[in-house]
């Protein structure tokens, strides 16, 4: 079990989400609203188990310049105190973001040399 789900810019804001062995998935529209929801078969993620957020270093810049960039970024938000957030300027690059989780290869945080 795992999935990837990949988001970006490339003219307008593209996201892709990608379940193995999804349980239930759905669309809904509303006008211009779209929603998409679903979840993985129930049981196969854990509570506890980790899944990876990775995001595409920007054209021109050094990763170590990034981190730093994106460690001083990160603020907790004023609205929503359980959450944390930075700000990402959107590239032509429909991969700028990916959420991984469970077995995909793309998961570090469950891997024995993840984090």
């Not at 529209?29 to 929801?37: L, P, R, S, Y």
């Not at 957030?85 to 077995?103: A, C, H, M």
């Given at each position: 079990?795992?999935?990837?789900?990949?988001?970006?810019?490339?003219?307008?804001?593209?996201?892709?989400?990608?379940?193995?062995?999804?349980?239930?998935?759905?669309?809904?529209?509303?006008?211009?609203?779209?929603?998409?929801?679903?979840?993985?078969?129930?049981?196969?993620?854990?509570?506890g188990e980790k899944f990876t957020v990775s995001i595409k270093v920007p054209n021109?810049?050094?990763?170590?310049?990034?981190?730093?960039?994106?460690?001083?970024?990160?603020?907790?938000?004023?609205?929503?105190?359980?959450?944390?957030?930075?700000?990402?300027?959107?590239?032509?690059?429909?991969?700028?973001?990916?959420?991984?989780?469970?077995?995909?290869?793309?998961?570090?945080?469950?891997?024995?040399?993840?984090?």
């Amino acid at each position: 079990m795992g999935g990837d789900s990949e988001e970006g810019g490339g003219g307008s804001f593209h996201w892709k989400v990608s379940a193995n062995n999804a349980a239930t998935a759905g669309q809904s529209q509303n006008g211009n609203k779209v929603d998409h929801i679903g979840s993985d078969d129930p049981g196969e993620i854990k509570p506890g188990e980790k899944f990876t957020v990775s995001i595409k270093v920007p054209n021109g810049v050094l990763p170590g310049d990034f981190l730093n960039t994106l460690k001083g970024a990160l603020t907790v938000d004023a609205i929503d105190s359980g959450r944390v957030y930075f700000i990402l300027p959107l590239e032509n690059d429909k991969t700028q973001v990916r959420v991984s989780w469970g077995n995909s290869p793309n998961n570090r945080g469950n891997s024995p040399t993840g984090p």
